[in-house]
């Protein structure tokens, strides 16, 4: 059974603070997507990684892909009210199917002002 | 915009009843899909459809089914709803090309009493 292990599951930090949120496994993903989900609605997806070692920055959210594709990180920068939400993983395994992801459990993160 | 609408926010049922929970998107997307989430567990497949009456299984379809008859609708049916069916379902689309992301509706949140 592959897993994406997603850490940490919960953080409340103070407005402009760091953070980091991991997502790992023992499998290979072919790529990773993240998403964030608010409360009352469903999840939006915020980035694709598709290479081992890509960095991808979305103004304030700085996403990596691990250079083996097991793991990813989410890192934001100067965390704001409006970063709230539940960040969730998912990975596409290999061999590849058109359908299939392993998500992670997620993170709720609350940013307070 | 994609948008995939969910026709019911909230649901209360009784055990035993049939349940049926209903999705359109209007993207002319290929695929579409059902999820539970429950918290902790992350998003759960239930069933995926990549075509016009075409279905699959995914990873917990036991006490569920679907139908898909149009490909703009995805309906969720719950032959004998049991209390520990109670949870928040979400239905997503996306075509059918590799990476292509999710696209979720708001949810429904059904409670089986």
């Known amino acids: 059974t592959q897993l994406l292990e997603q850490s940490p599951q919960f953080l409340s930090i103070q407005e402009g603070e760091n953070l980091t949120v991991y997502c790992n496994s023992s499998s290979v993903f072919s790529s990773l997507q993240w998403y964030r989900q608010e409360p009352g609605e469903g999840p939006v997806l915020l980035v694709t990684v598709v290479t081992g070692g890509e960095v991808k920055k979305l103004k304030r959210l700085t996403f990596q892909f691990g250079d083996a594709r097991k793991d990813s990180s989410l890192h934001i920068t100067a965390a704001q009210p409006g970063d709230t939400g539940l960040y969730l993983c998912?990975?596409?395994?290999?061999?590849?199917?058109?359908?299939?992801?392993?998500w992670g459990a997620g993170t709720k993160l609350i940013i307070k002002p | 915009d994609v948008k995939v609408t969910q026709s019911s926010r909230y649901l209360v049922k009784r055990t035993g009843e049939k349940v049926f929970l209903e999705c359109v998107q209007d993207?002319?997307?290929?695929?579409m899909f059902w999820y539970r989430q429950d918290p902790g567990l992350g998003l759960r497949l239930i069933y995926f459809s990549y075509d016009v009456k075409m279905k699959e299984k995914g990873d917990i379809p036991e006490g569920y089914s679907v139908s898909r008859e149009k490909k703009e609708r995805f309906s969720l049916i719950l032959e004998s709803a049991s209390t520990n069916q109670t949870s928040m379902y979400l239905c997503?689309?996306?075509?059918?090309?590799?990476?292509?992301?999710?696209?979720f509706g708001n949810g429904t949140r059904l409670t089986v009493t």
């Open positions: 998912a990975g596409k395994p290999y061999p590849d199917s058109n359908y299939q992801l392993i």
């Open positions: 997503a689309s996306s075509l059918a090309n590799h990476n292509s992301p999710l696209h």
């Open positions: 993207m002319d997307h290929e695929n």
